[in-house]
Structures are given as C-alpha cells and as structure tokens.
C-alpha cells in the first residue's frame, strides 16, 4: 500500500508538471532560467518554501531539536523577519534592474571580474555543501522510514549510496532538461503534500503520546519535557541566545536576500508585486513551519526517551512509527518530491550562474541564448555527479547535518553578503575593495574555523585536565567559552569586512559612479501592504520568544 501510494503520487506531480510547461519556450534564457518571468504569488511561495524546505531542514533541524529542543527553531522563525526585509527592502532593487542573477547586479555595480568570483563562490557553496547535504539526507530518511538496509539486506551505508545516486539521477533529468517552470511547479504541488504530510506527524506523534488524544499528548510532552521548549540557548548550545543578534541574523539575510538559487524563484515573477507577495506569504508560513521541524523532534525524544544511535535518526523514525502504511507512502513521496526540489533548484540556478556569468565571458564571447543554455546544462551535469560522489561521505559530520551545513557555508555567506550589502549602500566602494573581501572574507574565516577555533579548544581543554576538571558540564562549558561561537565569528567578520570595504572605498574612491538602470521588462509598482503585512509578520515572530 504504502509503495502504491509514493509512487502513484509522484508520478501525478511529474504529469501536472508536464503539463503546466508545455508550452513554456525552455530554449530560450527567460524561458529556462526564468520560467518566462511568468510565476505568480503562490507559486512562488511555494517554490521558496520547497527550495528551502527539503530533507536536509526536516532531518536536521528534528535532529537538532531532538537534541536540544525548540531553541533551534531561531533558524526558521527568524528567516521571516529575514524574507521581510528581503521583500520590501532588496527586490525593489534588484527587479528594477531586470537582473537574471546575484553576480550580474554585482558586476554591473563593480565589475565583470568580482562577477566572476562571486559566481564561483555560489558554485563551490552549491556543489560542497548543500547539494551533497540534501543528497544525503534525503537518502537518510528513506534509508531509515523503510529501513531498507533490511529490506535490501546491504549494509546502511550501501544503502545511501544508493538512494543518494537514484535521486540524484532523477533530479538531474528534472532540473537539467525542465527549466524553472517544470521546478517551480512541481514544487507547488509538492509545498501543499509536504505541509499536509508534514502536519500529519505531530498529530499522529501527540495522538500516541496522548492514548488518542493530540491534546493530551500536547499536555504530556509540555509537562514531561519543560527543559526541551526553552527557546534561550545557554554557552554550550547550538545557538547561544546572544548569536540572534549576530550572526544568525547575518545567514539569514544572506541565504533569503543574496542566494541566487532562492532569488532565481523570484525574479521569474510576472511583477515586482507579484514578487512581494509571494515573499511575503512564504515568510508567514515560514513562521509556522516549526510545527514541521522542530516540534518532532521533541516529540521524538519522548517517545524513544532519547535513545538514538544518532539524533538525525530521530525524525524519519518517528514517521516510521507513527504514520500508517498508506500514510507512510505518501509522505515518502512528498518528502522525495522536497529532496528533488532542492536538488533541482540549486542544479538550475548553478546552470544559471555557470551559462551567464563564466561561459558566455570566459568560454565563448559570441554564444547564442541556445549554446549559453546548452553549456550551463552540461556544466550543471558535471556538477551533479562531483556532489552525488561528496553525499554519503557527510554521514562522518561530527556535530550533526545541520550544524555541518550552516559552519560550512558561514565561509561564504559573510563575505557575499557584505559585498552586496556595500554594493546597494554606497556608490563610491571600488571593485578592489569587494575583490579583496571575497577572497580574503573566505580565508578569514577557513582560519578561524579550521585553525584558531580548535587551537584555542585544544589549549583550553589541556589546562581543565592540568587543573583536574573531569566535569562533564564543566567541560563543555570551557570548551564553549574557549573560543567564541560560529555564529558571533560570522557577525565579527562580516563588521570586519564592511569596514576593509569602506577603507579601501576612502582611499581608493571608485571614479565611475554605479547608476542603476530601470527595466520595462516588467511591471515594478511596489505592493502596497508589504510594509503593513510585514510589520505583522515581525510581530508575530517576536511573540513566539516572548511564549518561550
């Protein structure tokens, strides 16, 4: 029942994406990359939320949660205040220029050669990080739901191979041979399953823990679970409390304001207040979405009391145990359905960056719209296959997948994100001055990360045991206070790299002013409720740390 119910619903949601797209020129640059600048309110808050919304986020985050309870749920609440921002203060911008990407606004403010290592940064972050992250993910939690090492009779860690290169396979004919449309579609269909399906977990989990009753159940874990929904994280946290107002808000305008794979989603709007509302609509959602994310996590750690060989376990084992068979399947057909969707969307915006930004300039001068795509296919093909071969190997990640992806990519969020900051800012900051903080803002933080975070850990590790201290409370607090935390490290070095910007600005002042230009491509009257929906928004967000 349950394999009729996955693969009868993921077939109906390839169809209707066919369907929707068939007449859609995806040859053309607007039509592949852009979905012909044709995606409406909905769509796009539904894109925005599957292209976010995926396993790496359900897995991780439950498993954080499962951990540490619903502190984690800072990365989800706090996004919206993040997509607000992004709706009423960077779209406008961005759309007025009629931009296809991130790099092209940033070489039109500074030049062709920050483009290209802007482009290459994205590249490296899209095939490293969160494309072998969503893989692998992906793989866990249907590795783990079906339990499929004893369906199979291999080994769990042949088993993620095997799902990580069967996705990956049917990813790579979505994305690279559909175009945005056929992604962003599809993901409509899947946004809907995947918050149905997503709901029907912490109702069918409270209903168990409650003998029938969700209300009950809701009752018993508040009671049972008092330490688990303290949404202020101590030192030895994941998320200090302190980190909120550093650099957690820093990754968040980053990924919703700068990242070009949830951007792409909507500049291909048919109107900048099209754009706005789509926005908008997926930052309230965003706002609820803890409910899928975070709250299973906690209603995990009760019913398996915390015993698990590992904390991203702890959500496709809940599914297992709570969700009826036909339930199960269809579930397992949103979640893969969320898994294609981020795959599918970094893979056409890698497309994107790599035919626009490096090919048509570095490869091919005088290339048609039809070859810039043709190559941006192949180069996303490549890319496909180096990230499906880096997947299974993330098993390794010590502090959990979550914790893996936001370190990984604070190397490359700080200085993107403080290049397009100065870049909107201020006219007079020269191409050098975002040259020297895109490579230097990189290695910064590699330095800290990899060499002064663990040398000034080791050394105060080495004077606690001098000093007799075998606590392990005690320990972990020395540990957490040896050197400061991934997130503070971010906000210290993105200050850092907007002054290095505005020095270099004052010594060096650039002599061709940036003037930006108007589009007619669409139209870019501003909605006129998006400050009023945005107040609200930020409100409400704020209330949930107010209960908590």
Same mark, same amino acid.
């Given at each position: 029942?349950?394999?009729?119910?996955?693969?009868?619903?993921?077939?109906?949601?390839?169809?209707?994406?066919?369907?929707?797209?068939?007449?859609?020129?995806?040859?053309?640059?607007?039509?592949?990359?852009?979905?012909?600048?044709?995606?409406?309110?909905?769509?796009?808050?539904?894109?925005?939320?599957?292209?976010?919304?995926?396993?790496?986020?359900?897995?991780?985050?439950?498993?954080?949660?499962?951990?540490?309870?619903?502190?984690?749920?800072?990365?989800?609440?706090?996004?919206?205040?993040?997509?607000?921002?992004?709706?009423?203060?960077?779209?406008?911008?961005?759309?007025?220029?009629?931009?296809?990407?991130?790099?092209?606004?940033?070489?039109?403010?500074?030049?062709?050669?920050?483009?290209?290592?802007?482009?290459?940064?994205?590249?490296?972050?899209?095939?490293?990080?969160?494309?072998?992250?969503?893989?692998?993910?992906?793989?866990?939690?249907?590795?783990?739901?079906?339990?499929?090492?004893?369906?199979?009779?291999?080994?769990?860690?042949?088993?993620?191979?095997?799902?990580?290169?069967?996705?990956?396979?049917?990813?790579i004919v979505y994305a690279i041979f559909g175009g945005l449309k056929a992604v962003a579609v599809s993901d409509l269909v899947n946004a809907i399953g995947?918050?149905i399906g997503g709901l029907l977990i912490p109702y069918f989990g409270l209903s168990l823990i409650g003998d029938g009753s969700m209300a009950d159940g809701?009752?018993?874990?508040?009671?049972?679970?008092?330490?688990?929904?303290?949404?202020?994280?101590?030192?030895?946290?994941?998320?200090?409390?302190?980190?909120?107002?550093?650099?957690?808000?820093?990754?968040?305008?980053?990924?919703?304001?700068?990242?070009?794979?949830?951007?792409?989603?909507?500049?291909?709007?048919?109107?900048?207040?099209?754009?706005?509302?789509?926005?908008?609509?997926?930052?309230?959602?965003?706002?609820?979405?803890?409910?899928?994310?975070?709250?299973?996590?906690?209603?995990?750690?009760?019913?398996?009391?915390?015993?698990?060989?590992?904390?991203?376990?702890?959500?496709?084992?809940?599914?297992?145990?709570?969700?009826?068979?036909?339930?199960?399947?269809?579930?397992?057909? !949103? &979640?893969? *359905?969320? +898994? @294609?969707?981020?795959?599918? $969307? %970094?893979?056409?915006?890698?497309?994107?960056?790599?035919?626009?930004?490096?090919?048509?300039?570095?490869?091919?001068?005088?290339?048609?719209?039809?070859?810039?795509?043709?190559?941006?296919?192949?180069?996303?093909?490549?890319?496909?296959?180096?990230?499906?071969?880096?997947?299974?190997?993330?098993?390794?990640?010590?502090?959990?997948?979550?914790?893996?992806?936001?370190?990984?990519?604070?190397?490359?969020?700080?200085?993107?994100?403080?290049?397009?900051?100065?870049?909107?800012?201020?006219?007079?900051?020269?191409?050098?001055?975002?040259?020297? !903080? &895109?490579? *230097?803002? +990189? @290695?910064?933080?590699?330095? $800290? %990360?990899?060499?002064?975070?663990?040398?000034?850990?080791?050394?105060?590790?080495?004077?606690?045991?001098?000093?007799?201290?075998?606590?392990?409370?005690?320990?972990?607090?020395?540990?957490?206070?040896?050197?400061?935390?991934?997130?503070?490290?971010?906000?210290?070095?993105?200050?850092?790299?907007?002054?290095?910007?505005?020095?270099?600005?004052?010594?060096k002042p650039k002599t061709d002013i940036y003037v930006p230009t108007v589009t007619k491509q669409i139209d870019t009257t501003p909605w006129k409720y998006?400050?009023?929906?945005?107040?609200?928004?930020?409100?409400?967000?704020?209330?949930?740390?107010?209960?908590?």
């Amino acid at each position: 029942m349950g394999l009729i119910s996955f693969i009868g619903f993921t077939l109906l949601v390839a169809f209707y994406a066919w369907w929707k797209t068939r007449g859609t020129d995806e040859k053309s640059a607007d039509g592949y990359y852009l979905g012909g600048r044709s995606l409406g309110a909905i769509t796009i808050a539904g894109s925005l939320l599957l292209t976010n919304l995926s396993a790496e986020q359900i897995v991780g985050l439950n498993g954080q949660s499962f951990s540490e309870g619903v502190l984690v749920m800072a990365w989800e609440t706090l996004a919206a205040i993040a997509m607000v921002i992004t709706a009423v203060w960077l779209l406008p911008k961005y759309m007025r220029g009629g931009i296809t990407t991130i790099p092209e606004f940033i070489e039109k403010r500074f030049d062709q050669q920050t483009k290209a290592i802007l482009s290459i940064l994205f590249l490296i972050a899209f095939g490293v990080v969160l494309l072998p992250t969503i893989l692998y993910s992906g793989s866990l939690a249907f590795s783990t739901m079906f339990d499929l090492p004893t369906m199979l009779g291999m080994s769990e860690n042949t088993v993620i191979w095997l799902c990580v290169w069967s996705i990956g396979l049917i990813g790579i004919v979505y994305a690279i041979f559909g175009g945005l449309k056929a992604v962003a579609v599809s993901d409509l269909v899947n946004a809907i399953g995947l918050l149905i399906g997503g709901l029907l977990i912490p109702y069918f989990g409270l209903s168990l823990i409650g003998d029938g009753s969700m209300a009950d159940g809701l009752s018993e874990l508040w009671t049972s679970n008092q330490d688990k929904f303290d949404a202020t994280g101590g030192p030895t946290s994941s998320i200090p409390v302190g980190t909120i107002f550093t650099g957690m808000m820093i990754a968040q305008i980053y990924y919703w304001g700068t990242n070009q794979s949830i951007l792409q989603r909507v500049f291909g709007a048919k109107s900048l207040k099209e754009g706005q509302k789509g926005m908008m609509l997926a930052a309230f959602v965003k706002f609820l979405i803890p409910i899928i994310v975070v709250l299973p996590g906690i209603i995990a750690w009760h019913i398996f009391e915390g015993n698990l060989e590992r904390a991203d376990q702890a959500y496709p084992q809940l599914v297992r145990t709570v969700l009826p068979a036909g339930l199960l399947g269809f579930f397992a057909a !949103v &979640l893969f *359905g969320a +898994v @294609l969707s981020s795959f599918n $969307s %970094l893979l056409n915006s890698s497309a994107t960056l790599f035919g626009f930004d490096l090919y048509k300039y570095y490869f091919k001068e005088d290339a048609s719209e039809h070859q810039t795509v043709k190559a941006g296919k192949i180069f996303g093909l490549v890319l496909a296959l180096i990230s499906m071969s880096i997947a299974p190997f993330i098993a390794n990640a010590p502090d959990g997948l979550f914790s893996y992806i936001q370190q990984s990519l604070g190397s490359l969020s700080v200085p993107i994100f403080a290049v397009v900051f100065i870049g909107i800012l201020t006219k007079k900051v020269p191409a050098i001055g975002a040259k020297v !903080v &895109l490579i *230097g803002g +990189v @290695l910064m933080y590699l330095c $800290s %990360l990899i060499i002064l975070g663990p040398y000034f850990t080791e050394n105060a590790m080495t004077e606690a045991a001098a000093n007799g201290i075998t606590d392990p409370e005690a320990l972990n607090l020395i540990k957490a206070e040896a050197y400061p935390h991934f997130l503070h490290v971010m906000g210290i070095l993105f200050v850092v790299n907007v002054v290095i910007m505005l020095v270099i600005g004052a010594l060096k002042p650039k002599t061709d002013i940036y003037v930006p230009t108007v589009t007619k491509q669409i139209d870019t009257t501003p909605w006129k409720y998006a400050f009023l929906v945005g107040g609200i928004i930020v409100l409400l967000v704020l209330s949930t740390y107010f209960i908590f």
